[in-house]
């Protein structure tokens, strides 16, 4: 069976580098370990890779032609995995130029099988120092063809539950600037520019400085990217979560912070972003959780099965808004003070709603997978739509009732067929309304404030 998926991999992977013809999408690859649901495709489907994203990745690796730079936090070899280190050991055989950096806490039993000549670098432990988070992959960065240099990224370890039943994504860059910014940051870990680490020189953590350009022009996409600690990661993803006008998704394992959770709350109050979340159950424990879960209630899912862990990494701002700014916000990074402050992470940022949509399909499946509803791409209100900043509603999705804080006034709800739903009478201040007797979609309060008429988005999900 394994050998069928090598081989279907490779078939997927032929077809991809035909598939990927659009100038926004031809330098930029993604890929998921969990399937994905193309009804809410845009147009490039997403690709699900069924237990086969170590052969994908074995494949970048047999086309690396002069070198091979790895930074994953952790890296074992089983049987029920594709074998990794032999890639590696062949390429090495062959003249590539190879090095390795691991978290030196973590067990990383797979670089043990590593020929002997390759050099590797352990990230230093104790108290002055948290882990070594990256996970990325430099192929031929200092190559004079453009098309060769390759930026493996995203929030996949190297170990069969992270490859196969955790949920994870991968992102791919193709460009010569990306790379050597990612092997700039590389070389500050190793210590040198060389082969052989440099342990006396070598920075990780808050020792580490910002050396790197951040903006990338990637095939006409707008790219950022951010590694941690130096780069102040968690301000740029508070800013992807502002940039955020229609709609709002995130995923992610380990969700501690604060500020990140105010943030989305503030966005479903004040500006009614349609919004939706993951968390693992790991994150239910941390202050994030009860700031979130009141106002999203059923729009938050927390991924709690037994032989997995929701381990994706992601933000996606306005996929269905096209003429906004649609983003997504991946990498290794989790919403924590200590990836933020402490750890050694790598993040990317990327502008282009091709790639939003693509993660969108992503995340569309991952949701529907634990029990939840989400609309395919929300509908814009009523072109006469007036911000009234005195009215606030949520939560937004709702599922008993709805509250509606605004001056006296009237309101109708309208369904997507413009049918009165239901007229009420509005008090100044808080009012709440029950919305279990309505079916589950999308509707629009139609609120008059003597004769000013506010027309705004209500989603209901039971």
């Known amino acids: 069976m394994k050998r069928l998926k090598q081989l279907i991999a490779v078939f997927i992977f032929i077809l991809l580098s035909m598939r990927f013809v659009s100038a926004q999408t031809q330098k930029i690859k993604v890929y998921f370990n969990h399937p994905v649901n193309s009804s809410v495709s845009s147009g490039v489907n997403a690709v699900y890779l069924d237990e086969t994203i170590d052969d994908t990745l074995i494949a970048y690796i047999n086309r690396a032609h002069y070198s091979i730079d790895v930074a994953v936090y952790n890296y074992i070899q089983s049987g029920n995995m594709s074998n990794i280190a ?58 004079v063809n453009p098309n060769d240099p390759i930026v493996w990224t995203g929030s996949c370890n190297w170990d069969v539950e992270q490859v196969d039943s955790d949920v994870n994504n991968v992102i791919i860059f193709q460009d010569s ?32 400085t910002d050396i790197t350009q951040h903006i990338f022009n990637i095939g006409g996409t707008t790219v950022e990217q951010y590694f941690s600690p130096s780069d102040h990661t968690n301000s740029h993803i508070l800013d992807a979560i502002s940039s955020a006008n229609d ?3 995130f995923g992610v394992y380990t969700f501690t912070e604060v500020p990140e959770a105010d943030s989305i709350v503030s966005k479903i109050q004040n500006q009614h972003v349609y919004t939706a979340g993951i968390i693992d159950r790991f994150s239910k424990s941390y202050a994030a959780y009860p700031i979130l879960n009141p106002v999203m209630t059923n729009a938050l899912k927390v991924y709690s099965q037994s032989t997995s862990i929701y381990h994706c990494k992601m933000l ?7 003429n906004s700014d649609p983003l997504v916000e991946t990498g290794s990074h989790n ?27 992503s995340f569309y499946q991952n949701f ?6 989400l609309i395919s791409c929300p509908v814009s209100p009523p072109a006469n739509e007036i911000n009234d900043s005195s009215l606030n509603i949520y939560p937004n999705p709702a599922n008993e009732s709805v509250t509606i804080k605004t001056k006296q006034s009237q309101f109708t709800i309208y369904n997507l067929l413009g049918e009165d739903m239901g007229n009420w ?10 919305t279990l007797h309505f079916p589950e979609g999308i509707y629009f309060l139609s609120i008059n404030n003597n004769g000013i008429i506010s027309n705004k988005k209500l989603i209901i999900s039971h």
């Open 86 to 143: 032999a890639a590696i050991n062949h390429a090495y055989l062959n003249g590539v130029n190879i090095r390795w950096i691991y978290n030196g806490s973590s067990s990383n039993s797979g670089v043990a099988l590593l020929d002997s000549g390759i050099h590797t670098l352990g990230s230093p432990t104790g108290g002055s120092y948290n882990i070594m988070h990256n996970k990325f992959m430099i192929i031929d960065a200092n190559s």
């Open 177 to 208: 600037s990306f790379a050597h910014a990612y092997t700039a940051e590389f070389n500050q870990m190793w210590g040198s520019t060389g082969l052989v680490p440099n342990a006396a020189q070598s920075k990780f953590g808050h020792f580490k």
């Open 247 to 249: 709609d709002l998704y």
């Open 316 to 322: 996606i701002a306005d996929p269905c808004s096209p």
């Open 335 to 361: 919403w924590t003070e200590s990836a933020d402050t402490k750890n050694d992470e790598n993040t990317v940022i990327i502008h282009n709603d091709t790639i939003a949509n693509i993660y969108y399909q």
């Open 368 to 373: 529907l997978d634990l029990g939840g509803i």
């Open 425 to 434: 009478q509005l008090s100044e201040g808080e009012n709440k309304i029950e």
